[in-house]
């Protein structure tokens, strides 16, 4: 009798290309929003594509995600190189790191714990500022150096609209204000639940807004984001990874996946640079607002943008 569990069976796909087909299943996860639903949707229905019986396991909470890796109920994830490195590694982040280095890190830290960091998505969705882009332009502003500049210059006294678990945690406000040098004045300063920064800047009632990287609404309103010229913020870059012993029964799971990447601005390419990152965040800010604003599913886009870019055929 065959053992079914070991059996490969060779099929061709267009294009002459040769794959394994599993027998058992490769069970791919994700968290509860908007840009992991999207990335869990490309990576189960690319290693589908390429002949895997995959199950989705999705909505999760980041701890839960991490768990479902590490009790070996999850094979495959993508999560954020600032989240690996701080919350399920532990470590403290120094300012200056840059997306290649904290990359680097995160990949050689978590080896030991038997996961494969495959190549990252230059998307960096973390905290930042942003700005209706004639604003940016009439007071020559582009970087977070500028903006500090621009708040001493009228003595803190610009509109600006953060959440609140920016105005306290210890890579929020205080710290971001004591690093650039600068204060925002406490009567010009809003607070409010996540995405009420958004509906401020989109609404005028502040100058500044405290977003995401990778936020829907910078593509739909054409918002100027404050560079972090002088890497204040962790990196949080998206990036697939996968169990060890997962890629050893099937190492091809990393040619396939990382070939996804590679459709992303500067994916695969070392070392990451300002312009690849900034070009990371406007693809994923439209891909985000296909769901969030144009009220598509996770599934149709990942499957257009798969098509789209030749990784499947219909």
Not at 138 to 144: A, D, F, I, P, V
Not at 192 to 220: C, E, H, W, Y
């Amino acid at each position: 009798m065959c053992n079914l569990k070991i059996l490969l069976v060779v099929v061709a796909l267009a294009g002459g290309a040769l794959v394994g087909l599993a027998a058992e299943r490769i069970v791919v996860g994700c968290k509860n929003f908007t840009e992991q639903y999207i990335v869990g949707e490309l990576m189960a229905q690319l290693l589908e594509a390429n002949g895997f019986q995959v199950e989705r396991a999705f909505d999760l909470s980041s701890m839960a995600l991490r768990e479902g890796m590490e009790n070996g109920d999850i094979d495959v994830c993508a999560d954020y190189t600032g989240t690996a490195w701080m919350v399920h590694l532990g470590y403290k982040f120094y300012p200056g790191m840059s997306n290649t280095c904290l990359y680097y890190a995160v990949k050689a830290a978590d080896e030991v714990n038997g996961f494969v960091w495959l190549n990252p998505i230059w998307n960096n969705n973390t905290y930042a500022l942003a700005s209706w882009p004639e604003y940016a332009q009439e007071h020559g502003l582009s970087t977070l150096s500028d903006l500090a500049a621009w708040y001493n210059e009228n003595g803190g006294k610009v509109p600006t609209f953060i959440d609140f678990e920016f105005s306290t945690r210890p890579d929020g406000l205080p710290a971001l204000e004591n690093f650039y040098g600068f204060k925002i004045d406490p009567d010009s300063l809003k607070t409010g639940a996540p995405g009420a920064s958004l509906m401020g800047l989109a609404n005028r009632q502040v100058d500044v807004a405290m977003v995401f990287g990778t936020d829907a609404a910078i593509a739909k309103y054409g918002w100027i984001v404050y560079a972090d010229d002088r890497s204040f913020f962790p990196p949080y870059d998206l990036t697939p990874y996968v169990r060890a012993e997962v890629l050893e029964r099937h190492p091809e799971i990393a040619d396939i996946l990382n070939g996804l990447v590679a459709t992303f601005p500067g994916g695969g390419v070392f070392p990451a640079t300002p312009e690849m990152v900034a070009a990371g965040q406007r693809a994923w800010q439209e891909l985000n607002a296909q769901v969030d604003i144009e009220k598509l599913e996770p599934d149709e886009v990942a499957h257009e943008y798969l098509l789209e870019h030749g990784l499947i055929q219909e």
